[in-house]
C-alpha cells in the first residue's frame, strides 16, 4: 500500500443523524478518515459506536446528513439513488453476519448469481476455490457448516470483482475456530485479489490481523491505531 497515492475514500467531518419522531438520533459526527487501495482495515467499537453506520455510508446503502465522503472521483454525498446502486454494483461486496444464500441453489448456483451480471466476473469455481471450497461446489446450504456458508457467501462477494469488500461482523455467528477459518478467507483475498477490505466487529483480537484499526466511540473515531506487523488469523484466539 502506498500512502503517497490518492486515497481510495476521503471522509471529512461525516454526520448521520436519524429522525425518530421527535427523536433525533446522531450515529455518526465528525468522522473524518482516508483509506488507501488494498488495505485491510478492521473497525473497533461496541454496540452503537456507529460502526454499521459508517460501513453502510461507505458500501452507498445509506447516505449521511453532513460532511462529505468520496470514491475515487465519485462524490458518495451528493449521488442519486441511480448512482448509488451503480456504485454498489461496480465497485462494492458486502459480507454480512448471517448467510443469505437461497436454500434451493447449490453452493456454485448462489455465486453464479453474481457472475451472470458482472462486467468481468471470477468465475463461480475460482471464486469457491479461493475460499478452500472448491471441493463443495455442488453442495447445498443445508449440507455446508455455518463457516463453509459464509465462505460461500464471501465466494459470491469477490466473484464480480469488487475494488471494496465491506464486511459486517463476518464472524458474529460463529465459533472461534470457525471463525477464524472465515477471516483466513478475507485475508487471502485482500493479499491475493488486492481487495481493500474494511471489516467491523466488536472483537478486539480481531484487529491484530489488520494494518490499521479504526476505534469508534459514541458516533466518532477515537483512535487509528497502525499495526507494524499483522498477525495472521492461524495465530489468534479468543
Known sequence: MSRQAEPLFWIEDLSKTYDMGEIS???????????HQGELIVMLGPSGSGKSTLLNILGGLDTPTGGSIRYQDHNLTEATEKELTEYRRQHVGFV???YNLIP????KEN??????????????????????LGDRANHFPSQLSG???????IARAIAKRPDVLFCDEPTGALDSKTGIVVLEALSK???ELGTTTILITHNVVIGQMAGRVVYLHDGTISEIQENATRIPPSEMSW
Open 25 to 35: 438520533v446522531r450515529a455518526l459526527h465528525d468522522v473524518n478518515l482516508q483509506i
Open 96 to 98: 454480512f453476519q448471517f
Open 104 to 107: 434451493s441453489l447449490t453452493a
Open 111 to 132: 455465486v453464479e448469481i453474481v457472475t451472470e451480471i458482472a462486467r468481468d466476473p471470477i468465475s463461480a469455481q475460482e471464486a469457491l476455490k479461493l475460499v478452500g
Open 147 to 153: 463457516g463453509e456458508q459464509q465462505r460461500v457467501a
Open 189 to 191: 483475498v485482500n493479499q
